[in-house]
């Protein structure tokens, strides 16, 4: 089993940054994967950004990329998400994700069913 508890979000302005973070505890291992996913309202969740537990490569939605960045710190059992130039539409519920290794084979790590354990969610609010 694995425990995720978010925490960072809040109210920020339009071109403005925050970090979100991840506490895990359980079975977070270097055949584990970590990943944010977000839900806007009325919207479906969509994927955000992963990496491997053990590092390497991380992977991010095109909407993001160049703004947002996962990382983890082992001594901490914690995975970010840091958002620079927030935008609007960026507003949402962010959910901290984990799973199996992202690698070539099996479900793509841009899936939910991917991962199988997700956190509470923190909202994340973005204003013009």
């Known amino acids: 089993q694995v425990q995720l508890v978010e925490s960072g979000g809040g109210l920020v302005q339009a071109g403005g940054s925050l970090r979100l973070s991840c506490a895990a505890s359980?079975?977070?291992?270097?055949?584990?994967?970590m990943g944010w996913f977000r839900q806007a309202p009325g919207q479906e969740r969509e994927f955000v950004a992963a990496?491997?537990?053990?590092?390497?490569?991380?992977y991010y939605a095109d909407s993001v990329k160049g703004r947002f960045t996962i990382s983890r710190d082992f001594a901490k059992n914690t995975v970010y998400l840091q958002m620079n130039s927030l935008k609007r539409e960026d507003t949402a519920v962010y959910y901290c994700?984990?799973?199996?290794?992202?690698?070539?084979?099996?479900?793509?790590?841009?899936?939910?069913?991917?991962?199988?354990?997700w956190g509470q969610g923190t909202q994340v609010t973005v204003s013009s």
């Open positions: 359980g079975r977070i291992s270097s055949s584990s994967s």
């Open positions: 990496m491997n537990w053990r590092g390497g490569r991380t």
């Open positions: 994700t984990a799973g199996p290794l992202i690698d070539y084979s099996g479900t793509a790590y841009d899936h939910e069913r991917k991962y199988d354990y």
